[in-house]
T-cell receptor, first 111, second 111 residues
Framework: DTAVSQTPKYLVTQMGNDKSIKCEQN?????MYWYKQDSKKFLKIMFS???????INETVPNRFSPKSPDKAHLNLHINSLELGDSAVYFC??????????FGPGTRLTVL | GQSLEQPSEVTAVEGAIVQINCTYQ??????LSWYQQHDGGAPTFLSY????GLEETGRFSSFLSRSDSYGYLLLQELQMKDSASYFC????????????FGTGTKLQVIP
């Protein structure tokens, strides 16, 4: 059983397009995150949701819009993709003790 | 805000012991975690220190000194499979659950 899953694993698209990444966790955790990892491997938090409610929204362009239909799902929609959006995007869920479980990542390439 | 500094690269010999340091500057502190990430993979949780001292989990130990704003990850009996990037991370206190990751240390284990 996969704890945190993301789709798609790879996403190649043209500048200006709109795309979505889906994330699901079957761990029963209340808190989920989206992270962006750039080419230098720097892992930066983008959003955090707790029980379907947005609780952290870092300085991310408003082209990025998370949506949580229920506490097991946290999707990320990106409008008007730019070259600088190319990165690996990780979804994660968090135990109450703090330990985070990461999804396999989505490698986004914008051409 | 939070900032965490780690050495960018460390090389060590198979069977040896290696220490990866993390120094942090935070406006609040709720514990130091360590994550391992193999190339192409997702970060996976290794350990968590909420209080000063050493936590041991098999070949891996993690140490925290809150007065020095410093922690380290100690890997013993190094194996080739330990070649990976290692990230320290701090969690904000309070209800927002923000996690800030360090700059990451790429460990290369050589025969």
């Amino acid at each position: 059983d996969t704890a945190v899953s993301q789709t798609p694993k790879y996403l190649v698209t043209q500048m200006g397009n709109d795309k979505s990444i889906k994330c699901e966790q079957n761990l029963g955790h209340d808190t989920m995150y989206w992270y962006k990892q750039d080419s230098k491997k720097f892992l930066k938090i983008m959003f955090s949701y707790n029980n379907k409610e947005l609780i952290i929204n870092e300085t991310v362009p408003n082209r990025f819009s998370p949506k949580s239909p229920d506490k097991a799902h946290l999707n990320l929609h990106i409008n008007s993709l730019e070259l600088g959006d190319s990165a690996v995007y990780f979804c994660a869920s968090r135990k109450p003790s703090g330990e985070q479980f990461f999804g396999p990542g989505t490698r986004l390439t914008v051409l | 805000g939070q900032s965490l500094e780690q050495p960018s690269e460390v090389t060590a010999v198979e069977g040896a012991i290696v220490q990866i340091n993390c120094t942090y500057q935070t406006s609040g502190f709720y514990g130091l975690s360590w994550y391992q990430q193999h190339d192409g993979g997702a970060p996976t949780f290794l350990s968590y220190n909420a209080l000063d001292g050493l936590e041991e989990t098999g070949r891996f130990s993690s140490f925290l000194s809150r007065s020095d704003s410093y922690g380290y990850l100690l890997l013993q009996e190094l194996q080739m499979k330990d070649s990976a990037s290692y990230f320290c991370a701090v969690r904000d206190p309070g209800g927002y659950q923000k996690v800030t990751f360090g700059t990451g240390t790429k460990l290369q284990v050589i025969p």
